[in-house]
C-alpha cells in the first residue's frame, strides 16, 4: 500500500510542474508580445527579412540587405526603412534603381519597405521588378496606396539595360496598340521568360510568346526565333533647328545602287537626310545598298512589294496588308528597323487602309514628274518653281538624268539655308 500511495504522490507532484510551465510559458509569451510590440517598430519591418525570397543569381548580382533608421531634418521625426535590393554590376541599371529608392525616400513616410522579385530566361535576360510599400505609421500595418513598381531588364550577355524595343519590333508594339485602342506607350514589357514576354497592354497582361510570334521579336538568343539577318543598325537622333526652312526630297522605285550612293554622298556633304521609298523585291536584291541608305541616317519607307498595277486595279484591303507585310519583314531582316512610312504606287488609295496598318501614309506636295521628261533640266526647273519651305518632294533614284538634278539641287538649297530632313523628322517638327 505504501508503494502504490507513493507513485500517485510522484505523479500529482508532475503534473503540478507540467501546469506551472504551461502557466509560465502562456505568461511569457504574453508578456513578449506586449514587448515586441513596443521594440524599435523597425523590428517589425525587419522581421519580414526572415525569410528571404530565393534569388537566381547571374554574373556576379549579389543582394543588399538593409535596416536602418534616418533621421527627417524638416520633422525632427525618425523614419524607418527596410530594403531587400539586387546590387548590379551593370552601371546603368544601378542608377536607375539608386534613382529610384531616393525618389521613394524623398516622401518621407514614416516606414518604407522596398522588396524585389526577378525572373531570369535563357542565362541571358533577367527581369527585376522593384515594389516599395509605404507606411503611414512606424508599425507597418498601414500602407499607403497604391504601392509603387519599378521593373528593370538586363541582358547579362551584352551587359546592358534593355527595354521593350530592345526585345520585340517596333511594328509589333504599334500593333498592339491598335488592337487594344491606346497609345505605344502604353505597351510595356513585364517579364522576359523562356516561354516568351509577358506584356502590359493598356494594363491588360498579354502573353507575347516567340514561336508564336518568331517575326517579332529583336533579341539575340539562339533559343529565340527571329528573321534578323544582320546586325541591327542603330542611329542617332540629331538636332534640326525648328526655325530654319527645310525640306524633305523623297526617292521611289529603289533602291538603285550607283544612283541610290550618289545621292547619298550629295546629302553627306551638307548634313542631309533624305527619305527613299523602296520596292520589297529590289531590296532582297540589293541589301547593301538599303544598309548603306539606312546607316546614313536617312530613312526608308515602303512603296510595295514590286509595284504591281493591282494596286489601281482592285487590289483588296487583306491583300494590300500583306502586300505591306512582306515588305516590311524583307527590311527588318536587313537591317533590324521596321518601316513606318508607306507610300503607295501610284499614290492609288485603298479604303481602310489607313485604319488598319501602322504605317503612316505619305503622298508629296512637289512632283518633278522626272520619270516622263527624264530631263536633268526641267527636273531643277520644277523642283525650284515649287518647293517651299516644309515641302515633300517627289523623285525616282531609278533614273540617271535624276541624280545630276538632286546633286546640283542640294548645293542650291544648302546655299538658301535649307535643311535636309527625312518625312519622319518633318512631320515632328511641323506637326504634319
Given at each position: 500500500?505504501?508503494m502504490?500511495?507513493?507513485?500517485r504522490?510522484v505523479?500529482?507532484g508532475?503534473?503540478l510542474?507540467?501546469?506551472?510551465?504551461?502557466?509560465?510559458?502562456?505568461?511569457l509569451?504574453?508578456g513578449?508580445a506586449?514587448?515586441?510590440?513596443?521594440?524599435?517598430?523597425?523590428?517589425?519591418?525587419?522581421a519580414e527579412f526572415?525569410?528571404?525570397?530565393?534569388?537566381?543569381?547571374?554574373e556576379?548580382?549579389?543582394?543588399?540587405?538593409?535596416?536602418y533608421?534616418e533621421?527627417?531634418?524638416?520633422?525632427?521625426?525618425?523614419?524607418?526603412?527596410?530594403l531587400?535590393?539586387?546590387?548590379?554590376?551593370?552601371?546603368?541599371?544601378?542608377?536607375?534603381?539608386?534613382?529610384?529608392?531616393?525618389?521613394?525616400?524623398?516622401e518621407?513616410?514614416?516606414a518604407?519597405?522596398i522588396d524585389?522579385?526577378?525572373?531570369?530566361?535563357?542565362?541571358?535576360?533577367?527581369?527585376?521588378?522593384?515594389?516599395?510599400t509605404?507606411?503611414?505609421d512606424?508599425?507597418?500595418?498601414?500602407?499607403?496606396?497604391?504601392?509603387?513598381t519599378?521593373?528593370l531588364y538586363?541582358?547579362f550577355?551584352?551587359d546592358e539595360?534593355i527595354?521593350?524595343e530592345?526585345?520585340?519590333?517596333?511594328?509589333?508594339i504599334?500593333?498592339?496598340?491598335?488592337?487594344?485602342?491606346?497609345?505605344?506607350?502604353?505597351v510595356?514589357?513585364?517579364k522576359?521568360?523562356?516561354?516568351g514576354?509577358?506584356?502590359?497592354?493598356?494594363?491588360e497582361?498579354?502573353?507575347?510568346g516567340?514561336?508564336?510570334?518568331?517575326?517579332?521579336?529583336v533579341m539575340?538568343?539562339?533559343?529565340i526565333?527571329?528573321?534578323?539577318?544582320?546586325?541591327?543598325i542603330?542611329v542617332k537622333?540629331r538636332?534640326i533647328?525648328?526655325?530654319?526652312?527645310?525640306?524633305?526630297?523623297?526617292?521611289?522605285?529603289?533602291?538603285?545602287?550607283?544612283?541610290?550612293e550618289?545621292?547619298?554622298?550629295a546629302?553627306?556633304?551638307?548634313?542631309?537626310?533624305?527619305t527613299?521609298f523602296?520596292?520589297?523585291?529590289?531590296?532582297?536584291?540589293?541589301?547593301?545598298?538599303?544598309?548603306?541608305v539606312v546607316?546614313s541616317?536617312?530613312?526608308?519607307?515602303?512603296?510595295?512589294?514590286?509595284?504591281?498595277?493591282d494596286?489601281?486595279?482592285?487590289?483588296?484591303l487583306e491583300e494590300?496588308?500583306?502586300?505591306?507585310?512582306k515588305?516590311?519583314?524583307?527590311f527588318?531582316?536587313?537591317?533590324?528597323?521596321d518601316?513606318?512610312?508607306f507610300?503607295?504606287?501610284?499614290?492609288?488609295?485603298?479604303?481602310?487602309?489607313?485604319?488598319?496598318?501602322?504605317?503612316?501614309?505619305?503622298?508629296?506636295?512637289?512632283?518633278?514628274?522626272d520619270?516622263?521628261?527624264?530631263?536633268?533640266?526641267k527636273v531643277?526647273?520644277?523642283c525650284?518653281?515649287?518647293?517651299?519651305?516644309?515641302?515633300?518632294?517627289?523623285?525616282?533614284d531609278?533614273?540617271?538624268t535624276?541624280i545630276?538634278?538632286?546633286e546640283?539641287?542640294?548645293?542650291?538649297?544648302?546655299?538658301?539655308?535649307?535643311?535636309?530632313?527625312?518625312?519622319?523628322?518633318?512631320?515632328?517638327?511641323k506637326g504634319?
Amino acid at each position: 500500500m505504501k508503494m502504490v500511495k507513493r507513485r500517485r504522490r510522484v505523479r500529482v507532484g508532475r503534473l503540478l510542474l507540467l501546469i506551472l510551465g504551461c502557466l509560465l510559458c502562456v505568461l511569457l509569451l504574453i508578456g513578449g508580445a506586449f514587448a515586441i510590440k513596443n521594440l524599435f517598430k523597425k523590428d517589425i519591418i525587419a522581421a519580414e527579412f526572415a525569410n528571404p525570397k530565393m534569388e537566381v543569381k547571374l554574373e556576379d548580382d549579389s543582394i543588399d540587405n538593409q535596416v536602418y533608421e534616418e533621421k527627417d531634418d524638416a520633422s525632427d521625426e525618425m523614419l524607418i526603412y527596410a530594403l531587400h535590393l539586387p546590387v548590379f554590376s551593370n552601371s546603368s541599371a544601378q542608377q536607375e534603381l539608386d534613382a529610384f529608392v531616393e525618389e521613394i525616400k524623398a516622401e518621407k513616410a514614416k516606414a518604407t519597405h522596398i522588396d524585389y522579385e526577378s525572373n531570369s530566361a535563357f542565362s541571358q535576360y533577367k527581369s527585376y521588378v522593384i515594389t516599395a510599400t509605404t507606411y503611414a505609421d512606424m508599425d507597418g500595418l498601414n500602407p499607403i496606396e497604391p504601392q509603387t513598381t519599378k521593373q528593370l531588364y538586363i541582358s547579362f550577355d551584352q551587359d546592358e539595360l534593355i527595354d521593350i524595343e530592345d526585345c520585340i519590333r517596333m511594328k509589333a508594339i504599334r500593333q498592339l496598340a491598335k488592337d487594344h485602342g491606346c497609345e505605344t506607350e502604353n505597351v510595356l514589357l513585364k517579364k522576359i521568360t523562356e516561354n516568351g514576354l509577358v506584356l502590359s497592354v493598356n494594363g491588360e497582361d498579354v502573353n507575347f510568346g516567340y514561336d508564336e510570334n518568331n517575326t517579332s521579336f529583336v533579341m539575340d538568343n539562339k533559343n529565340i526565333p527571329s528573321i534578323l539577318k544582320y546586325d541591327k543598325i542603330e542611329v542617332k537622333d540629331r538636332e534640326i533647328d525648328p526655325n530654319k526652312p527645310m525640306v524633305a526630297f523623297t526617292f521611289d522605285d529603289g533602291p538603285a545602287p550607283g544612283n541610290t550612293e550618289r545621292i547619298l554622298k550629295a546629302l553627306e556633304k551638307v548634313g542631309g537626310r533624305a527619305t527613299f521609298f523602296e520596292l520589297g523585291y529590289l531590296m532582297e536584291t540589293y541589301p547593301d545598298t538599303v544598309r548603306e541608305v539606312v546607316e546614313s541616317g536617312s530613312e526608308v519607307g515602303s512603296h510595295s512589294y514590286d509595284h504591281t498595277y493591282d494596286w489601281m486595279n482592285g487590289m483588296t484591303l487583306e491583300e494590300a496588308v500583306a502586300d505591306l507585310d512582306k515588305v516590311d519583314d524583307i527590311f527588318f531582316s536587313l537591317t533590324g528597323q521596321d518601316i513606318s512610312l508607306f507610300r503607295s504606287p501610284f499614290g492609288a488609295s485603298i479604303k481602310s487602309l489607313s485604319d488598319t496598318i501602322t504605317e503612316k501614309i505619305v503622298y508629296w506636295d512637289v512632283d518633278t514628274r522626272d520619270w516622263e521628261s527624264k530631263n536633268t533640266e526641267k527636273v531643277i526647273e520644277m523642283c525650284k518653281k515649287y518647293t517651299y519651305d516644309g515641302a515633300i518632294v517627289l523623285f525616282h533614284d531609278i533614273h540617271a538624268t535624276t541624280i545630276p538634278a538632286v546633286e546640283q539641287l542640294i548645293e542650291y538649297y544648302d546655299s538658301q539655308g535649307y535643311q535636309f530632313v527625312t518625312v519622319s523628322e518633318l512631320y515632328a517638327i511641323k506637326g504634319k
